[in-house]
C-alpha cells in the first residue's frame, strides 16, 4: 500500500462524516481524488492535524477522521495524547507511515522504526490496529465508523512507492473553512 491508495481507501468509505488531512502530500492526494465538503485540508501547520479534528469530534459528537502522518504525529505528539484521554471522543486517527517526509524531499522521519501503535496505546487508546493493505484498512474504517464512540489509532505501515502527487491545495483556504463549516451545520442539523 502506497499514500495514494491508503488515502483512496478512507475516501471510498468516508462519504459524510468530517475528514481533517494532514499537511503535505495527503491532503494533496485527497484533494485530487475527490474534493468535498466533509474535507478539511492543513497547510502550512504540520502536527496539528489531529488537535483540529478532536475540536471538531468534541463539538458535533459526530465520528471525525484524520489522516495524519508519522512525521506530522512525532512533529506534535499533544493531539496523540489528548485522545487517548478522551474515552467518548469519536475520533479514527489514521497515521499514514512511510518513514519519510515525502513532501519536502523525502528526508527519514526520526526516530526510524517508531512504534506508533505502542505509542497510542501509551496514550490510552483502547483500539488500536495496525495495517498494511488497502483491503484491511477498509474493513477496518467501515467496522469503526458504524459505532465510533471512542478514540481509534490506526497505524498503515506504507511500503509502495507513491504516485505522482497533485498540485498543492490553493491559497484560497477560508473557502475550505467556511465549506467545512457549512457541511457540519448540516450534519448536525439531518
Do not use: W
Amino acid at each position: 500500500m502506497n499514500k495514494t491508495a491508503a488515502v483512496r481507501a478512507v475516501l471510498d468509505v468516508v462519504r459524510t462524516e468530517p475528514i481533517v488531512f494532514t499537511t503535505g502530500y495527503a491532503c494533496r492526494i485527497a484533494r485530487g481524488i475527490a474534493d468535498r465538503p466533509n474535507h478539511f485540508y492543513m497547510t502550512g501547520s504540520m502536527g496539528l492535524a489531529s488537535s483540529i479534528a478532536i475540536g471538531i469530534g468534541m463539538q458535533t459528537r459526530r465520528p471525525t477522521v484524520v489522516v495524519d502522518g508519522d512525521g506530522s504525529l512525532l512533529m506534535n505528539p499533544v493531539g496523540l495524547v489528548t485522545a487517548g484521554s478522551m474515552r467518548e471522543l469519536p475520533l479514527v486517527h489514521v497515521v499514514l507511515d512511510d518513514g519519510r517526509y515525502a513532501s519536502t524531499g523525502g528526508q527519514a522521519v526520526a526516530p526510524a522504526g517508531a512504534d506508533f501503535a505502542a505509542l497510542a496505546v501509551a496514550c490510552g487508546y483502547r483500539y488500536v490496529r495496525r495495517v498494511t493493505d488497502v483491503a484491511a484498512l477498509g474493513a477496518i474504517l467501515r467496522e469503526e465508523l458504524r459505532a465510533c464512540a471512542s478514540p481509534v489509532f490506526v497505524h498503515c505501515v506504507l511500503s509502495d512507492v507513491d504516485d505522482p502527487v497533485s498540485a498543492r491545495v490553493d491559497l484560497n483556504l477560508h473557502e475550505y473553512t467556511k465549506r467545512l463549516r457549512g457541511h457540519l451545520r448540516e450534519l448536525l442539523a439531518a
